[in-house]
């Protein structure tokens, strides 16, 4: 048994009713609706795939002809073994048919160019899109459900044992599964919505209404696309709202973070929103104008606009935009500020501004990070953090914020999403113009605005790919980052910041490898602490 704490080999959470902690435990082990209809799902799924086993077993080749609608499935199935058998001949044909010469290489590429665009011309767009949208939608759904499968578990690993109590372990586990059920109901809306605006044309409806309503008779493509664009967000945030509203006011509440009252909920809304159309308008237009007058290689152009964007708003978040949701001031004289500026000077570090900010005026959650270009960085550091931390365990993270600095990790990262931009682009370049895909969504003529809103739909599947492997990579950094401190002499002060964190934060404790392995940004706690050779960290093993 993992828990030391238990009276005996039969003890059970939820025997004593007097027990703080078995109080605690019962409510994380009881499944609700929520649950119950997950189980229900999964069990009717299950009864439907041996209905269909049995179908097959008892009209064998019949099949098809008892019920027509199964013909495709059936012959893929019939022709499963075949293709296998067939695939290394196949190969050995295709290897030996590969290009020998430029010529050939050249008219090899030729033909899949012409392949390439009959295939975009008959695919059927909108079938696809919404294949891929649930396809994504599954998956992700499947991930929630396994992480929360591990929220209901009531006793602590092992490895967590010596320095998690068992309360905060329960904490943790119910402030998840409050997250999880909002998540997996605001995920299910969504899907729900996004099949609608599909099935029914909502989008060109919107766009037609748009252009009724301004009056532009659709000679202003320009300016259309930047009202529909404030109409599209302005119903994307309304349907957000109540989901948001629950999060802040419930969820968060419930386990003692939001600090928010509603009139600053809504304040904050009000400026988000405004933000949106400040920033956002000017970049539709200006990628619109870029996509008018650039011609066939407009993906080149439309690249450099956005990468200049980004490197703004790099440059504008920390100094004009987050200064209108948080306060900034200088950290205080005193032995933090002295240490910080210490390590700084060590490293070389170019260090113009040393602030605190007052996150706990909306929330407890903590956090500190680097910004700023060549010699103007800046260090920002939360008053939650301050609260919650000792100075050298404070240092000891400025020291892994400094770790991506000195590692070069940030500059990596924007190159790598500069290349995924490229990538986006030169992709949509491909279907920009393509009638039958505007045709399948009911979209009379090619409104770029439009077709890239398409894409995005089709770009879904490959776009989880790439922040999966995008969060390969964060994950990577982090552990370099946190052997950085380490190796600055930080790392005992490090691992007990980082159980610090994890505690007040109620961050998951014993996630799910498939779930955090597809989803975390950050490794989990304890594979940071057996990376820094925490010598309280125990075995993984129960």
Same mark, same amino acid.
């Given at each position: 048994?993992?828990?030391?704490?238990?009276? /005996?080999?039969?003890?059970?959470?939820?025997?004593?009713?007097?027990?703080t902690?078995?109080? %605690?435990?019962?409510?994380?082990?009881?499944?609700?609706?929520?649950?119950?209809?997950i189980?229900?799902i999964?069990l009717?799924?299950?009864?439907?795939?041996?209905?269909?086993?049995?179908?097959?077993?008892?009209?064998?080749?019949?099949?098809?002809?008892?019920?027509?609608?199964?013909?495709?499935?059936?012959?893929?199935?019939?022709?499963?073994?075949?293709?296998?058998?067939?695939?290394?001949?196949?190969?050995?044909?295709?290897?030996?048919?590969r290009?020998?010469? &430029?010529a050939?290489?050249?008219?090899?590429?030729?033909?899949?160019?012409?392949?390439?665009?009959?295939?975009?011309?008959?695919?059927?767009?909108?079938?696809?899109? &919404?294949?891929?949208?649930?396809?994504?939608? &599954?998956w992700?759904?499947?991930l929630n459900?396994?992480?929360?499968?591990?929220?209901?578990?009531?006793?602590?690993?092992?490895?967590?044992?010596?320095?998690?109590?068992?309360?905060?372990?329960?904490?943790a586990?119910?402030?998840?599964?409050?997250?999880?059920?909002?998540?997996?109901?605001?995920?299910?809306?969504?899907?729900?919505?996004? !099949?609608?605006?599909?099935?029914?044309?909502?989008?060109?409806?919107?766009?037609?209404?748009?252009?009724?309503?301004?009056?532009?008779?659709?000679?202003?493509?320009?300016?259309?696309?930047?009202?529909?664009?404030?109409?599209?967000?302005?119903?994307?945030t309304?349907?957000?709202?109540?989901?948001?509203?629950?999060? !802040?006011?419930?969820?968060?509440?419930?386990?003692?973070?939001?600090?928010?009252?509603?009139?600053?909920?809504?304040a904050?809304?009000?400026?988000?929103?405004?933000?949106?159309?400040?920033?956002?308008?000017?970049?539709?237009?200006?990628?619109?104008?870029?996509?008018?007058? !650039?011609?066939?290689?407009?993906?080149?152009?439309?690249?450099?606009?956005?990468?200049?964007?980004?490197?703004?708003?790099?440059?504008?978040?920390?100094?004009?935009?987050?200064?209108?949701?948080?306060?900034?001031?200088?950290?205080?004289?005193?032995?933090?500020?002295?240490?910080?500026?210490?390590?700084?000077?060590?490293?070389?570090?170019?260090?113009?501004?040393?602030?605190?900010?007052?996150? /706990?005026?909306?929330?407890?959650?903590?956090?500190?990070?680097?910004?700023?270009?060549?010699r103007?960085?800046?260090?920002?550091?939360?008053?939650?953090?301050?609260? %919650?931390?000792?100075?050298?365990?404070?240092?000891?993270?400025?020291?892994?914020?400094?770790?991506?600095?000195q590692?070069?990790?940030?500059?990596?990262?924007?190159?790598?999403?500069?290349?995924?931009?490229?990538?986006?682009?030169?992709?949509?370049?491909?279907?920009?113009?393509?009638?039958?895909?505007?045709?399948?969504?009911?979209?009379?003529?090619?409104?770029?605005?439009?077709?890239?809103?398409?894409?995005?739909?089709?770009?879904?599947?490959?776009?989880?790919?790439?922040?999966?492997?995008?969060?390969?990579?964060?994950?990577?950094?982090?552990?370099?980052?946190?052997a950085?401190? %380490?190796g600055?002499?930080y790392?005992?002060?490090?691992?007990?910041? &980082?159980?610090?964190?994890?505690?007040?934060?109620?961050?998951?404790?014993?996630?799910?490898?498939?779930?955090?392995?597809?989803?975390?940004?950050?490794?989990?706690?304890?594979?940071?602490?057996?990376?820094l050779?925490?010598?309280h960290?125990?075995?993984?093993?129960?």
């Amino acid at each position: 048994m993992s828990e030391a704490e238990s009276s /005996s080999k039969g003890a059970r959470y939820g025997d004593d009713p007097e027990s703080t902690v078995d109080a %605690q435990a019962r409510v994380v082990q009881q499944k609700g609706l929520l649950d119950d209809v997950i189980d229900g799902i999964q069990l009717g799924l299950l009864v439907i795939a041996f209905i269909c086993l049995v179908f097959a077993v008892v009209f064998g080749s019949s099949l098809p002809t008892v019920f027509p609608a199964t013909q495709p499935v059936y012959d893929f199935v019939v022709g499963l073994p075949e293709l296998v058998r067939a695939a290394p001949e196949c190969v050995a044909e295709l290897w030996a048919a590969r290009p020998q010469s &430029l010529a050939e290489l050249e008219a090899t590429q030729a033909a899949l160019a012409a392949w390439l665009r009959d295939l975009l011309h008959w695919l059927p767009y909108k079938q696809c899109v &919404l294949a891929f949208s649930w396809a994504t939608y &599954l998956w992700e759904a499947k991930l929630n459900i396994r992480q929360r499968r591990q929220l209901h578990e009531v006793r602590r690993p092992q490895a967590i044992a010596s320095f998690i109590s068992r309360q905060v372990y329960l904490e943790a586990n119910a402030y998840g599964l409050d997250k999880s059920s909002l998540q997996l109901v605001k995920d299910a809306f969504g899907q729900v919505q996004t !099949t609608l605006v599909i099935v029914y044309d909502a989008v060109p409806w919107l766009w037609a209404a748009v252009d009724a309503w301004a009056g532009l008779g659709g000679q202003h493509v320009i300016v259309q696309s930047v009202l529909f664009f404030a109409a599209a967000s302005l119903v994307s945030t309304v349907l957000a709202l109540p989901f948001d509203l629950y999060s !802040t006011f419930v969820v968060e509440k419930r386990h003692g973070f939001n600090k928010q009252t509603v009139g600053l909920f809504f304040a904050d809304l009000a400026k988000s929103l405004m933000l949106t159309m400040a920033l956002g308008a000017p970049l539709v237009a200006g990628f619109l104008w870029v996509i008018e007058r !650039t011609g066939a290689r407009f993906y080149l152009y439309a690249w450099a606009l956005m990468a200049g964007v980004q490197l703004l708003l790099i440059v504008i978040y920390p100094t004009v935009i987050q200064p209108l949701f948080n306060k900034f001031e200088p950290l205080p004289a005193g032995e933090l500020r002295t240490a910080i500026e210490a390590l700084a000077t060590r490293l070389q570090f170019p260090l113009a501004k040393l602030y605190m900010v007052d996150g /706990s005026k909306r929330s407890s959650h903590s956090n500190a990070y680097v910004f700023g270009f060549f010699r103007a960085k800046r260090i920002v550091i939360y008053d939650t953090l301050i609260d %919650q931390c000792t100075t050298d365990e404070i240092v000891a993270v400025v020291g892994h914020e400094l770790g991506h600095w000195q590692k070069s990790h940030t500059v990596r990262m924007l190159a790598m999403a500069q290349v995924q931009i490229l990538l986006i682009f030169f992709a949509f370049s491909c279907v920009i113009n393509e009638p039958s895909m505007y045709a399948s969504f009911g979209v009379a003529g090619t409104p770029v605005m439009l077709g890239f809103l398409f894409f995005q739909y089709l770009y879904e599947p490959l776009g989880s790919l790439l922040q999966f492997a995008m969060n390969v990579v964060s994950r990577i950094n982090e552990f370099q980052a946190d052997a950085f401190s %380490q190796g600055l002499g930080y790392g005992e002060q490090l691992a007990s910041c &980082l159980i610090k964190l994890q505690i007040e934060n109620k961050a998951a404790m014993n996630p799910d490898w498939l779930y955090s392995a597809y989803t975390y940004s950050h490794p989990p706690l304890v594979e940071r602490l057996n990376a820094l050779g925490n010598p309280h960290l125990a075995s993984k093993k129960e």
